[in-house]
């Protein structure tokens, strides 16, 4: 937990916070698909928070639900499921006040559950993953996302990497106000 509060320190130390940055929370879904062949796609769901520093940098933090895929082959058959709690650095690129681009890097630990025939083994590992995106901003407060993130597990018969694709929403909360209304897009008299 110290080194959790110390690099939010040296975040906010490094990224001055500006008078828009904000917490905010979402939610996504899509879908996740393992390497490996004979498993397959099934759905992913997530809840996601964090904080924005600026136009540019963002800390995130998310739980991320795999709903179970399927492998079956004339020899076996197999369920696998789980779950991943990871914290990760959002950098954004911003096109207009409407349209960005991010990229995300994260670190998280996992837990997957795994049955097939005559066989039942529970997991746990920890987990990089890294993806990209764009984000529609359509008020102050809402934005729609979507995009892509890869997830690398380490586990007891080798490394495993799981795609996802995703589409979802945030909810900003604004606590701040701007200096100069014409920094958000009004007009100043005088």
């Not at 959790?4 to 879908?31: D, E, N």
């Not at 393992?34 to 796609?41: S, T």
């Not at 991320?64 to 990871?86: C, I, K, N, P, Q």
């Not at 920890?126 to 380490?154: C, H, P, T, V």
């Amino acid at each position: 937990m110290k080194k959790i509060c110390m690099a939010i320190l040296l975040l906010t130390a490094v990224f001055p916070v500006t008078v828009f940055s904000q917490w905010y929370v979402g939610s996504t879904g899509g879908q996740w698909e393992l390497d490996e062949k004979g498993w397959d796609n099934a759905a992913m769901f997530s809840g996601r928070g964090g904080y924005k520093f600026n136009d540019y940098f963002s800390v995130e933090g998310s739980y991320v639900h795999f709903a179970e895929s399927e492998f079956e082959d004339d020899y076996s058959y197999a369920t696998l499921r789980g779950g991943l709690w990871d914290a990760g650095l959002v950098g954004t690129i911003p096109f207009s006040d409407r349209f960005e681009v991010f990229g995300k890097v994260g670190y998280g630990v996992w837990a997957a559950d795994v049955n097939g025939y005559g066989f039942n083994s529970d997991d746990t590992g920890d987990s990089w993953n890294y993806g990209a995106g764009f984000q529609i901003n359509f008020s102050k407060n809402w934005s729609m996302l979507a995009g892509y993130q890869r997830y690398e597990f380490d586990v007891d018969f080798g490394d495993l990497k799981a795609d996802t694709i995703y589409a979802g929403v945030k909810f900003y909360f604004d606590f701040s106000k701007p200096i100069n209304s014409s920094a958000v897009g009004g007009s100043s008299s005088g």
